[in-house]
């Protein structure tokens, strides 16, 4: 199991961040979930939701629409977008650690900036909470830094560290380098085109 000190330091860390606007609050999904929104069924999981921006996306679409976050800040924000906009999305304060013990199964799961947070035991055990609640056949839409992000960035897995930590419950469909947006505030940070990122397409075994 995952240090327990060191969940309640990311969660304080991730707090901090949506006291203000984080650098991944751009208002709307990252553009490579919209390219394939067409592949999502329902019900949608979105693993580390943020302010709901990806949730709320789908649920305009007519998805049926679950987006869970450790942060309640965050939660109570995206349940605040959703009454505005009258989505019925489900936004729960959850730890995506918890995966493993949840009865609930989805044919989509979208995880925009969760994985790459993640390393060693942290990274299996979500992976193992990730094919728990994806139904046989169901797939995994996955947007993480890269292992060569660009100027400051955080670093985040290599090609193949997706394929190792997917290896067991999944097939790998595909992984291709795409760039993400980021807040303008932020934009100084990163190269002009945006953060290096994987986008990855992981089908549930079964």
Same mark, same amino acid.
Request: hydrophobic residues 45%.
């Given at each position: 199991m995952p240090n327990m000190s060191e969940e309640a330091s990311l969660q304080a860390l991730f707090s901090?961040?949506?006291?203000? %606007?984080?650098? *991944?609050?751009?208002?709307?999904?990252?553009?490579?979930?919209?390219a394939v929104a067409d592949r999502i069924e329902?019900?949608?999981?979105?693993?580390?939701?943020?302010?709901?921006?990806?949730?709320?996306?789908?649920a305009a679409r007519g998805h049926q629409v679950t987006g869970i976050d450790f942060v309640d800040a965050a939660i109570e924000r995206a349940r605040a977008k959703a009454a505005e906009r009258g989505l019925g999305v489900e936004f729960l304060v959850k730890d995506a650690m918890t995966l493993g013990a949840w009865d609930r199964r989805f044919r989509s799961v979208v995880d925009s900036g969760l994985f790459h947070i993640y390393e060693g035991?942290? &990274?299996r055990l979500y992976v193992k909470g990730l094919a728990h609640v994806t139904a046989p056949g169901g797939r995994l839409f996955l947007l993480s830094f890269t292992d060569d992000p660009g100027f400051g960035a955080p670093l985040g897995p290599s090609r193949q560290e997706i394929s190792d930590a997917f290896a067991e419950d *999944?097939? %790998?469909?595909?992984?291709?380098? %795409?760039?993400?947006? %980021?807040?303008?505030?932020?934009?100084?940070?990163?190269?002009?085109?945006?953060? &290096?990122? *994987?986008?990855?397409?992981? &089908? &549930?075994?079964?």
């Amino acid at each position: 199991m995952p240090n327990m000190s060191e969940e309640a330091s990311l969660q304080a860390l991730f707090s901090e961040d949506y006291a203000g %606007v984080p650098p *991944w609050e751009i208002g709307k999904p990252q553009p490579p979930f919209v390219a394939v929104a067409d592949r999502i069924e329902s019900p949608l999981l979105d693993a580390g939701c943020g302010t709901g921006n990806t949730a709320l996306f789908f649920a305009a679409r007519g998805h049926q629409v679950t987006g869970i976050d450790f942060v309640d800040a965050a939660i109570e924000r995206a349940r605040a977008k959703a009454a505005e906009r009258g989505l019925g999305v489900e936004f729960l304060v959850k730890d995506a650690m918890t995966l493993g013990a949840w009865d609930r199964r989805f044919r989509s799961v979208v995880d925009s900036g969760l994985f790459h947070i993640y390393e060693g035991e942290e &990274r299996r055990l979500y992976v193992k909470g990730l094919a728990h609640v994806t139904a046989p056949g169901g797939r995994l839409f996955l947007l993480s830094f890269t292992d060569d992000p660009g100027f400051g960035a955080p670093l985040g897995p290599s090609r193949q560290e997706i394929s190792d930590a997917f290896a067991e419950d *999944w097939i %790998v469909e595909a992984v291709d380098q %795409v760039h993400g947006e %980021v807040n303008a505030a932020y934009a100084a940070e990163f190269p002009p085109e945006g953060p &290096r990122m *994987w986008f990855a397409i992981i &089908r &549930r075994k079964g």
